[in-house]
């Protein structure tokens, strides 16, 4: 008895998004075990999963059948296959005409859209009954698609099943198109078929119990065993069969896509290489006017020939043309990731990091032996980066540049809330839920969901625990990338679908950073920063007003001042180390270098802290624990960190010098590592490092604690290079703090959003430094705070802009600063005038206190004056305004002084803004006599210590004897 062969043309994944219910590695592998030879990923309207079931397909021998299920407008369905290159281009093609008029999630295709890129692709048509709507969607398929066209006889599980498959195949017949077998599998085992009703409530936002037919009718969804097929479809031998012609015609593989980087020529006469080599010894001059070390020549000569013989020169120019515009703009940029490892990219200007200095190995970014591309992640500022991603856009082509998509997926807080409602479950008990879930694939234990007072016997609780485990990793909708751009010589829509992102004039690919790097594609991030945009504003300031001219790598070196007040944790403000958990670490690593500061970025991460390397490191730092290397390599590795792996550079190291992993298997150990990723990856490692450990001499307590720290970076581990780039800015930010507050306060309040603080406890903090802080004033602010010089003595003050007051809008500032050019205002009715702006934002300014410095009037006379004031002006009082050419007023009143609120209701009206909740208590001290104790010459006080500042007030008892604090 021969053993059928059958091929799977019809599978969903969950890359269609809330529809099926298993992964590409769950289907393969089910594939795979029952025989399945051929395995067709018919995602709806979309590829995005292709690429994780391509490489699910290597590695399980189960070849994989590009395809795409096309919903069109007027109802029809179809499957189609590309057969070679050319048709999966036009099929791409198709998807991204689609999408461009459907919008963001959606496809709008049409018949003659589809006729028109239908050569190459086979097509499937899946059916519901065979009337006469099914008949003339045959006709036109067989017109367009000629023997191309199929088909597809799928069972229902419905009354009467095998005669509505007895109709279809008798009007192929007719039609003269033949049939062909599909299961139409939504998840790969019949255990997933509650999690697929589930995902199928989210989809719609409702609940199983609402669910109805919306519900997939049967439980026969899976894949199921080429014996079984071959019984179930006995009737149709022919059509069984013609699963594996077919998915012997599409011979398309993903393999087949040559990816083919833009051609740079930004120097006409000569290649890419050549023009890398003749901007890098140029940027290298300016860098070292004073002529390049030796070592810095030798150091650019070897990366420019391994960049040479892995062709990556356009990857560079590209790299270095967008630096070159942003700096054209007057746009701070800066380079980090592996990027600082290179000098190349040093002495062209991507980075301010000196790999000289810190002694980076460029092997990280770019090597031979891994043979990837290289990745370097350029930051901007936050507020101007759209201008420079715009320019790529222009530049490259809307045809040949997009982002990468981020494939958002299910962690398990998410998966208990969303299942919980899909089941029913009250929002409260949701709520409790979720927030007992703290990493990736970590459960509720029935321990304790019963100290939480669950029910732990009731069924849906039981079954959203039970699925949200399940749902794990599963991506309910694509998002965008902040800023990786893909950029193609060819169209880019050739090799993957583009559709519009939620943002205008924005594009993404329907491919993650992943999936890129799994092809080999080459990408380019531009990324975002606050801080940059802080630290270009206080560059700016510090031209403007000090005549000082400095950017990130002019900035003064190793400056001890900057330093001392680093250890102090005085970094409320500046960038990375501003956190109270880095706060608290500053005092302990007490940095007084460059390289103690890249260290305290790096540690104070999750991956270290769960690795448990933070007290060994600060043990061996203090001199608490003596530092030993079981040999000369581990010496090499980690003796900058003391013996403690911090990155995870030092990580693939250990694991190659001590283990005796290859080049190709410590880069699969990073990728394991990489941050943000789902923790467990580092595990599968666990045999091979400890046994290759102890193969080579080490203790088997060693070689396990060593694998603790080393799986610790699963969790949030960073590489040395990001930690460096990280700690350049942090210098620089607190280098900015240290000698320039002023100017750093200002530059900070002007960036926000963004950091720990509030704009309150910015001002707070630079008054303790010595700076004076003036508030908004609406004769004196602009929108920024600016500076304003104090006397002559170089000094300034900060004055708040009109940015801070809550709810006034951009375009009412703009007209306060147009209409006061010519002469400041003399009043409220002034400004109402001169200004035309709302009643409402007079309203916003005078609760700001914006009139007190000027006008003299206090919040409470400023808003009892805004009492008579309207949005428009009387049309008479307007008439004679213009004719007197000055402001005539509506009101004519005798003056009204209200009576002052005492300081008390001040506080309550207004906590905080005039004075502290406590200076009327402060004012005098008060006296209490305590009953029995013993006489003192000061008095028995109770007294309140002096509070400079809003800060809750200490008690002291004063007694005989030194004061001491009371409960």
Request: hydrophobic letters at 40%.
């Amino acid at each position: 008895m021969t053993t059928p062969r059958y091929a799977e043309l019809q599978v969903t994944s969950h890359f269609s998004f809330l529809r099926g219910a298993s992964s590409c590695v769950e289907l393969f592998a089910q594939a795979a075990a029952l025989g399945i030879e051929a395995l067709a990923v018919v995602d709806r309207n979309s590829l995005a999963g292709i690429v994780r079931a391509h490489q699910a397909a290597k590695d399980t021998g189960v070849r994989l059948v590009v395809g795409c299920r096309l919903d069109l407008v007027d109802g029809m369905s179809l499957l189609v296959y590309p057969t070679d290159r050319a048709a999966y281009s036009r099929l791409c093609r198709l998807l991204t005409l689609g999408k461009k008029r459907g919008g963001k999630a959606q496809c709008h295709l049409e018949w003659s859209d589809l006729a028109d890129y239908a050569e190459g692709l086979i097509a499937v048509l899946v059916p519901d009954r065979a009337d006469d709507n099914c008949a003339m969607q045959l006709r036109r398929l067989r017109e367009t698609f000629s023997d191309r066209a199929y088909l597809a006889l799928t069972l229902r599980r419905r009354p009467n099943d095998q005669v509505r498959l007895h109709e279809l195949a008798n009007l192929a017949v007719q039609m003269r198109v033949p049939t062909v077998v599909t299961n139409d599998a939504l998840f790969h085992e019949p255990g997933r078929r509650i999690l697929q009703d589930v995902v199928t409530a989210i989809r719609h936002n409702i609940t199983i119990d609402e669910l109805g037919f919306r519900r997939e009718r049967h439980a026969d969804r899976y894949l199921k065993p080429p014996e079984e097929m071959e019984r179930l479809f006995s009737r149709y031998p022919e059509a069984l069969a013609r699963t594996v012609e077919i998915a012997r015609q599409c011979r398309f593989s993903l393999d087949e896509l040559a990816y083919q980087y833009p051609e740079e020529k930004m120097l006409p006469g000569l290649t890419a290489q050549q023009a890398l080599e003749k901007l890098t010894w140029e940027g290298a001059e300016r860098r070292y006017p004073e002529g390049v070390p030796d070592k810095v020549v030798a150091v650019i000569k070897h990366e420019l020939r391994l960049i040479e013989i892995l062709q990556y020169a356009p990857y560079f120019l590209t790299v270095n043309a967008i630096v070159q515009f942003a700096r054209s703009r007057d746009i701070l940029c800066q380079g980090r990731g592996s990027a600082a490892n290179s000098a190349v990219c040093y002495v062209l200007g991507i980075t301010s990091i000196d790999p000289e200095r810190n002694n980076l190995l460029f092997e990280r970014f770019v090597s031979q032996e891994r043979n990837e591309p290289p990745d370097i992640d350029v930051v901007f500022e936050h507020e101007r980066r759209e201008i420079v991603m715009q320019w790529v856009y222009e530049t490259y082509g809307r045809d040949h540049s997009a982002l990468c998509s981020t494939v958002v997926r299910y962690h398990t807080k998410g998966a208990v809330r969303d299942i919980g409602k899909a089941l029913g479950l009250p929002e409260d008990v949701t709520k409790l839920l979720s927030p007992q879930v703290w990493g990736h694939g970590e459960g509720i234990d029935e321990t304790r969901a019963r100290e939480l007072n669950f029910n732990v016997a009731d069924r849906r609780l039981r079954l959203t625990l039970e699925l949200a485990q399940q749902l794990e990793g599963t991506p309910p909708h694509l998002s965008q990338h902040p800023g990786g751009f893909v950029l193609t010589n060819d169209r880019l829509d050739d090799l993957v679908p583009i559709e519009p992102a939620r943002m205008a004039d924005r594009q993404v690919i329907e491919w993650d950073k992943d999936d890129i790097d799994i092809l080999k594609f080459m990408k380019v991030d531009v990324l975002a920063l606050g801080m940059l945009t802080c630290m270009k504003r206080s560059f700016d300031l510090l031209a403007e007003h000090k005549g000082m001219t400095l950017d990130l790598a002019t900035i003064p070196a190793e400056d001890p001042a900057t330093y001392a007040m680093i250890r102090k944790a005085d970094t409320i403000g500046v960038f990375q180390i501003e956190s109270r958990a880095q706060m608290s670490m500053l005092p302990r690593i007490k940095p007084r270098t460059f390289y103690d500061l890249v260290v305290e970025v790096a540690i104070v991460r999750p991956g270290p802290i769960q690795g448990d390397m933070v007290h060994p490191y600060l043990r061996r730092r203090e001199g608490k624990e003596p530092v030993e290397f079981p040999t000369p390599e581990l010496e090499r590795v980690l003796g900058k960190t003391l013996g403690v792996p911090l990155f995870q550079e030092q990580a693939m190291q250990v694991a190659m010098v001590c283990a005796g992993f290859s080049a190709g298997e410590a880069d699969q150990l990073r990728r394991a590592m990489a941050t943000f990723k789902h923790t467990g990856g580092v595990s599968r490692f666990r045999d091979k490092l400890i046994g290759g450990m102890i193969a080579n001499g080490y203790t088997p307590e060693f070689a396990a604690t060593t694998f603790k720290q080393l799986e610790g970076f699963g969790s949030y581990g960073f590489p040395e290079s990001h930690a460096a780039s990280f700690a350049l800015i942090a210098y620089a930010s607190s280098w900015m703090k240290c000698h320039h507050p002023e100017v750093f306060c200002c530059a900070l309040l002007n960036s926000q959003p963004m950091g720990f603080y509030l704009p309150a406890q910015i001002v707070r903090d630079a008054q303790a430094h010595g700076v004076e802080i003036r508030p908004v004033c609406i004769n004196a602010s602009r929108w920024d705070c600016t500076l304003e010089p104090i006397g002559e003595d170089g000094r300034f003050a900060v004055r708040l802009g009109l940015r801070l007051v809550k709810g006034l809008a951009n375009a009412d500032a703009a007209a306060i600063v147009a209409a006061r050019t010519d002469e400041p205002f003399a009043s409220i009715d002034d400004l109402w005038h001169r200004a035309g702006m709302p009643s409402a934002a007079l309203v916003q300014l005078a609760e700001a206190d914006a009139f007190r410095s000027s006008l003299g009037l206090a919040r409470r006379e400023a808003l009892w004056a805004l009492k008579g004031l309207r949005d428009e002006p009387l049309p008479l009082f307007a008439a004679a305004s213009a004719r007197e050419q000055k402001t005539v007023s509506e009101i004519h009143e005798p003056a009204l002084s209200l009576r002052p609120m005492t300081a008390g209701r001040e506080v309550v009206e207004d906590y905080g803004m005039s004075v502290s909740p406590c200076a009327t208590i402060r004012s005098r001290s008060c006296a209490v006599t305590l009953p029995g104790a013993p006489s003192s010459p000061a008095g028995k006080r109770c007294r309140r210590a002096t509070d400079a500042g809003w800060r809750r007030p200490a008690l002291f008892l004063s007694v005989s004897g030194p004061a001491r604090p009371r409960a």
